[in-house]
């Protein structure tokens, strides 16, 4: 009965392992066997050994955007989780309006990136921007700025317009959170806990498991991070805002396939450990 | 029973794509109609989209139930040439399209995937095109793109900008350029137009290029990159464009858009693109239009050199089948006959590498001919002479430099890096 299970499983499993060796495996075997390489895409692929890893390690814009793709990831596994986190608490609480606190805030996960790069793109204008006008009007005409154009403010004000865009996993965590039995409060209320203290004890231990799948989800968007960057400053000004993404798009755009999936390979191999090292430690003390 | 539906199941899953994919292709055999893909930036705002689609109209008509031209409309230039490149890559092409001439789209003249025109430009279709045009697509010996459109920037001088502020003349040389800007800024105006941003940092690649024509002369790119001062002299000039209020606060990331938009609001004074932004100049600011002149870039040791390219050539996939070949350049000989040609240049103010006879331009288009036929030599842009992450890093090296965080030295040794 067991070994009949088990063949049905395999069955029903056959499809999709069959689609991601396909889709996954394959190419990602392909990207790592060319990294190796120096390929235009059309030709023979030359085998260079480890030089396409050489050169981008020694390029001093190769390991900034590195940098930039760990900072992206922190700030969105460990300020924008935490911050989706807190508005779901509170909505959980279902003050006035919740409902449509609800929507608003998920609203701009189905608005198109474009549309929001855009968008934030003509605040930030340095000429004609909403940022600068309001500083201006409030006195604060000092702290103008070519926000996108200044090295030292322009990764920020990027990062900025994506952290408080919490709506996706705040929905997640509400969902979870919506789950807990209100009994388990009402005891606490019962026995004199605030409302912090029922937070810190009974809902942050209950999230635990789907903090740690959105925060997880978070680090892989951060690792990965690639769209509104590109669209409001190109990786610019002098590569302030790069990721890996957009050096591997101007790689590709050149025909330097075996550099481009160089970073790819980096990228994974890189992400993948990141995550799963935060992984471990999120979840070691849970598995004691 | 099952194992026949089972086998039915699995030819029709596999005939599926063939149908979904086929892209017509397969409508190409016997006497069906040749479907042709045409894929172009040439839509929409664009100010040859009304002449192109005009003749793809008539040549269907003229071509009817034998061919058909389908434009595959593209309005963004950057998507457009990623989609091309990517689709190159992977050895698919559309049809016909266009790419931008330069190191790296000519990389593809070593694949199959392009159709290859050589044999066909040995008759008299060759005489349709401007002398030397042929030679700027043709690589060892083979000629896999068609010159179509010529690129020539010379700079826009906003006169009424120039006059308000005291100068009556165009500056001739970079004291009298540097004396313009400090009446221009007093004025209440800002002197240039810049960006870094885009692929290419387009109006500040160009001023780098007219910079490079004043101190370096023509030939200035056999010189070597990396070593050659003339390239650092002209960076420093570049920069001090940058400084002191000599253009606009936002031209550090700034786009295409942005030094464009300044020039069109009548907010700088002097301007750098091609001959296609005529119509937009006249339809969005007619007053701006009104004051503008054409004319060359401040002189050094070199004077009136001008900026021209080839800029857009037509490209064809290569294909086996001989009767859709034949009809692709039977398409192609259409969009290239001089009256054809004539028209597109006439209707948009582009600048063709076809002949066309008989066009009269807008007082513009005229002064754009004119600085071009009366340049002392025409030299092309960085853009084509370097392979595109080469021309990605002149605006992120650019951007440092202007924001006063590297020396000119440092910028070309930056862009140097790339050049391999």
């Known amino acids: ?288 | 029973m099952k194992k026949n539906f089972l086998v039915a199941l699995l030819a029709i899953m596999l005939a599926v794509p063939s149908f979904v994919f086929a892209n017509g292709q397969s409508e190409s055999a016997g006497d069906k109609e040749i479907e042709i893909r045409f894929s172009t930036i040439w839509v929409g705002a664009d100010t040859k989209a009304a002449p192109v689609k005009e003749l793809v109209d008539e040549f269907n008509t003229a071509n009817a139930g034998k061919i058909k031209v389908i434009i595959e409309e593209n309005p963004d230039a950057d998507a457009y040439r990623s989609k091309i490149n990517t689709m190159l890559g992977s050895g698919s092409a559309p049809d016909v399209f266009s790419f931008n001439p330069d190191q790296t789209s000519f990389m593809f003249y070593d694949s199959d995937v392009l159709m290859d025109f050589t044999d066909e430009l040995k008759g008299d279709w060759a005489s349709n095109f401007v002398d030397g045009a042929i030679e700027s697509a043709t690589i060892n010996g083979k000629t896999k793109s068609l010159p179509f459109e010529m690129g020539y920037t010379p700079i826009w001088y906003n006169m009424d900008i120039l006059e308000e502020a005291g100068v009556s003349e165009i500056p001739q040389t970079f004291d009298e350029f540097w004396d313009a800007c400090e009446k221009i800024k007093a004025a209440g105006y800002v002197p240039t137009s810049q960006m870094t941003g885009g692929t290419n940092a387009w109006t500040s690649m160009l001023w780098y290029c007219h910079i490079l024509n004043a101190i370096g002369g023509p030939n200035v790119w056999e010189k070597d990159f990396a070593t050659d001062p003339v390239f650092v002299e002209a960076a420093e000039i570049l920069n001090r464009m940058y400084q002191d209020g000599n253009t606009t606060v936002d031209a550090i990331g700034g786009d295409a858009g942005v030094s464009g938009g300044h020039f069109l609001a009548g907010q700088t004074a002097m301007f750098i693109n091609g001959p296609w932004y005529i119509g937009r100049v006249e339809s969005e600011a007619p007053e701006v239009f009104a004051a503008t002149q054409i004319g060359p870039g401040p002189g050094d040791k070199y004077s009136n050199g001008q900026v021209g390219f080839p800029q857009s050539n037509l490209v064809a996939a290569n294909t086996s089948d001989p009767a859709k070949k034949e009809a692709v350049l039977s398409f192609l000989k259409w969009m290239t006959t001089p009256e054809n040609a004539a028209k597109i240049s006439q209707a948009s103010g582009a600048m063709l590498a076809v002949k066309t006879p008989g066009v009269t331009g807008n007082r513009v288009q005229t002064q754009f001919n004119e600085a071009v036929n009366n340049a002392s030599f025409l030299q092309t842009h960085f853009q084509f002479n370097f392979a595109t992450d080469v021309m990605a890093e002149f605006g992120q090296a650019l951007a440092k430099m202007a924001s006063g965080k590297a020396t000119a030295e440092e910028f070309v040794a930056q862009i140097a890096s790339k050049i391999r």
């Open chain 1, 1 to 288: 009965m067991q070994n009949k299970n088990g063949k049905m499983i395999f069955i029903f499993l056959l499809p999709v392992l069959i689609l991601f060796s396909a889709f996954f495996i394959y190419p990602l075997a392909y990207v790592i066997a060319t990294s190796f390489s120096k390929w235009n895409g059309f030709t023979a692929p030359q085998f260079v050994g480890f030089d396409n890893y050489k050169y981008l390690f020694s390029d001093e814009n190769f390991r900034l955007s590195l940098r930039n793709n760990i900072v992206w990831a922190g700030v969105l596994g460990f300020i924008q989780v935490p911050l989706a986190c807190i508005m779901a608490m509170i909505l959980a609480r279902r003050p006035k309006g919740w409902k449509f606190l609800r929507t608003v805030y998920f609203l701009p996960n189905v608005i198109s990136q474009v549309a929001l790069a855009m968008m934030w793109t003509a605040i930030y204008n340095a000429q004609n921007g909403v940022l600068n006008a309001l500083l201006t009007f409030v006195g604060l005409g000092h702290l103008t700025n070519n926000w996108l154009g200044n090295m030292d403010t322009a990764f920020a004000a990027v990062i900025f317009q994506q952290v408080f865009y919490i709506g996706y996993f705040m929905i997640v965590i509400l969902a979870s959170r919506l789950s807990i039995p209100d009994s388990y409060y009402e005891a606490a209320e019962l026995d004199g806990a605030n409302i912090l203290q029922q937070e810190f004890h009974i809902t942050i231990p209950m999230l635990k498991p789907i903090l740690i799948t959105t925060i997880t989800l978070a680090l892989a968007y951060g690792m990965r991070h690639f769209e509104s960057t590109f669209l409001m400053t190109g990786g610019g000004p002098a590569h302030s805002t790069s990721v890996m993404g957009i050096m591997l798009y101007t790689d590709m755009q050149a025909l330097r396939y075996g550099e481009g999936n160089a970073i790819g390979a980096t990228l994974v191999i890189f992400g993948g450990a990141t995550i799963g090292l935060i992984r471990y430690f999120l979840t070691k003390n849970s598995d004691n």
